[in-house]
């Protein structure tokens, strides 16, 4: 038999995918199910034509940083959206999806045994990838503050990561916690790496991107994604913003990885561009209405939840049960067909808290399943 | 300063890439350029509906291992093409292209300071993806036998890469040669890594994979890609054949890396499968035809190229020449308006060939092509 690596035996399966698969196979047996555990909002967005593009074009590879009449268009709508200025020939890179975007970072900033530092509750594929890079996560338990992260940092440390807004709690970081991040990876020569995949979910201009304060890039590497902020996650369309040398780095392990996102969803994008937009702006309010709702409600019935202001999940507190979160919300699914994502899958600190997601049902649903997790925490303390 | 990894210093970037580039330049000025040097077939295929897809699926994420039909369809394709039994339940994985395939491939088995074999001429990407995962590339020169392989299999061994059929040279794989690497991968307990992206291009049945020989695949992964043998290189849909084991290895690594390809593309090559293979099959036929045309023409003038059959390259020797690969294709280039792919791309070994693509220019420019660049060799012998 072939034999296999350490790392892909180590690996471990996103907590969320693992619940959500036991979503499908009980809707498969007919069980309805109240889901509050997927990472999407469902928005009504139509399909327009595909025979407007460039039947020419969209068959064939493209260049490896993207099409730059669609990078042109993204760099228009960061300097207008968040004041940050770009070359678009330079300093961004269009790939398959946000996630190899942050790895293909991960790997042009880690030698082996590298550090990187993020705080608990994360996102799950963090401290993964950065294990698959062979780095190092230096995870900071929940409780600590942004102000606290120095003591984190070592001679090994490479980078911090911040998801901002975040998953899962909706924390939107301010000016003052951002500049001082910055602070940090200029006095210690690390990059801050910001993941800003909802960025369009915050209302109110209250966003605020590294990449709007630190303007050469030095330290400063952004993601985002074209599919979570146009509801289109499907389509796989991330990018990676920061300077002139990291995104030439980042283009030589995309060619060798990717080569290209799927031309021709670039070019669609690229043409109805404003049109989706159109659609999406409007339920993003919506939804941050829907979000207030459920906020006011949780505190009505007094479920606690980590500080969060934006996207569509919550954080929410399940002390004082006495299972574990895993033990928690498998009960919550088998016993009452809720489906919430485990807080241990976002790090060892979170083991008494669950993720819930308000992107896909209706508010009398989610106040409903809301009532019943309330009831389940009381029920097993 | 942000600071930089080694393997993203170090990486190189396609050759191909980069002459590709410089043609994109020289057109842009509006200069003729007869282009030999693109990775791709230009198939006529139409478009057709996007509209007739599940609108409520093709905007979201699908599985993992992509949408479940589609694997049904491959498995039933490669059952019936290529005799090579799956369950597609377990033993085949959809991602974004085949290179990221194996690049998941390549961290499922490789430790740092592993070892893989690969002969050149290989594909530039291959040494570039095993360092990329921290392994070591061992490449045999191009004048050797498949029967030398086991001298250069040590106790760090733990891949044999091919590519069947080959680019660069065209080659076809004997029945004989990969039962015989098979046999080498059992005795020494590693994997024989093919891929496959060419397969369709290979008329009268002459195809043999590894896999209808290992049908257990204990030794045994297959890449191929949707996006080449369809002719849309362009929209990244490539998959992994492997045993449950290594497909639910390579499904964690998929997970944090690439999440799925995109979904409206895999619901669209679903739908129209036999379609498009209606049009892509005779246009191989015709340009296996065109193929022979070319090898006799290079006969009849007396230019040499390594042994092949199949695909739209050919590897021709560019003895007597004084110059290096990379001086003869940038003064082809400059001086004679003709692009071809060095061959120190594919290896040190390899530098007096140069990869000659004939996927896209029509014969009698080909044949004019091949004129000059014998005479070039002659001017600079």
């Given amino acids: 038999m072939g034999r296999y690596s350490n790392i892909s035996e180590n690996a471990e399966q996103a907590m969320s995918i693992k619940y959500n698969t036991i ?78 975007a942050i790895y293909m970072a991960l790997m042009a900033i880690l030698n082996p045994g590298d550090e990187v530092v993020v705080q608990e509750p994360c996102w799950v594929s963090y401290p993964e990838q950065i294990k698959l890079a062979y780095g190092i996560p230096v995870q900071i338990p929940y409780d600590r503050s942004i ?29 003052e916690e951002i500049t001082y991040l910055l602070e940090l990876a200029a006095k210690h020569n690390i990059w801050l790496l910001s993941d800003e995949a909802y960025s369009d979910f915050v209302m109110d201009g209250k966003f605020i991107s590294p990449g709007s304060i630190d303007k050469e890039k030095n330290h ?7 599919s979570k902020n ?29 080569t290209c996102p799927a031309t021709i969803l670039e070019y669609y994008v690229l043409n109805y561009f404003e049109k989706i937009l159109s659609y999406t702006v409007p339920m993003m309010k ?17 479920l606690e939840c980590l500080p969060g202001s934006a996207t569509f999940y919550f954080f929410v507190s399940i002390i004082p049960t006495k299972l574990t979160s895993e033990e928690f919300c498998t009960r919550l699914l088998t016993e009452e067909y809720i ?43």
């Fill in 147 to 175: 102000y606290d992260y120095e003591k984190y940092i070592t001679p090994r440390t490479k980078a911090i990561i911040i998801n901002n807004p975040h998953n899962p709690t909706g924390y939107v970081y301010t000016k």
């Fill in 286 to 302: 919506e939804l941050h209405e829907k979000r207030k709702a459920v906020a006011a409600y949780m505190k009505d019935i007094g």
């Fill in 339 to 381: 489906s919430v994502v485990p807080g241990l899958g976002y790090g060892y600190s979170c083991d008494k808290f669950v993720r819930i997601s308000i992107g896909t049902s209706k508010l009398d649903e989610i106040k409903c399943g809301l009532d019943k997790i309330k009831e389940f925490i009381i029920k097993t303390s």
């Fill in 230 to 258: 146009f509801g289109i996650s499907g389509w796989r369309l991330g990018y990676i913003i920061s300077n002139e040398k990291m995104i030439h780095n980042v283009l030589k392990i995309n060619q060798h990885l990717i």
């Fill in 23 to 100: 979503v499908y196979d009980l809707k498969r047996k007919g069980v309805k199910v109240l889901v509050m555990s997927l990472g999407e909002a469902f928005f009504d967005v139509p399909l327009y034509s595909f025979a407007e593009l460039p039947i020419s074009e969209i068959y064939h590879y493209s260049h490896s940083l993207g099409i730059p009449e669609l990078r042109k268009k993204l760099a228009d709508y960061f300097l207008k959206q968040y004041s940050i200025p770009l070359n678009s020939d330079k300093e961004i890179l269009i790939t398959s999806g946000s996630k190899i």
């Fill in 220 to 226: 400063t590497i952004i993601f985002n994604s074209i």
